[in-house]
Nanobody
């Protein structure tokens, strides 16, 4: 079992930055691939970024590549998403997710545990 709690969301102007954090509890965190997803009002959940169990491999949605950076600290059971050059279209609820396996997948259905989400609002 993995319990996830996100933090760090808020209101920021376009071009600004935010850093999301996800605190994980559970003995399997260091063996779990992790991901960030988002859901804007009226839209489906969207893959944003993922990282494998060791942090050695990452994947990004094309529209955030070069602006967002996913990272993890297994010693602290923590996952991060550094978001720079934010745009109004990045506005959404951002969710942290964990897989039971070690490797990256983009599919929402591949993730077994989810946080409650944190709101990110980017004003123009």
């Amino acid at each position: 079992q993995v319990h996830l709690v996100e933090s760090g969301g808020g209101l920021v102007q376009a071009g600004g930055s935010l850093r999301l954090s996800c605190a994980a509890s559970g003995r399997t965190f260091s063996n779990s691939a992790m991901g960030w997803f988002r859901q804007a009002p009226g839209k489906e959940h969207e893959f944003v970024a993922a990282i494998n169990w060791s942090g050695g491999s990452t994947d990004y949605l094309d529209s955030v590549r070069g602006r967002f950076t996913i990272s993890r600290d297994n010693a602290k059971n923590a996952l991060y998403l550094q978001m720079n050059s934010l745009k109004p279209e990045d506005t959404a609820v951002y969710y942290c997710a964990a897989r039971s396996g070690r490797f990256i997948y983009r599919s929402r259905n591949s993730y077994d545990y989810w946080g409650q989400g944190t709101q990110v609002t980017v004003s123009s």
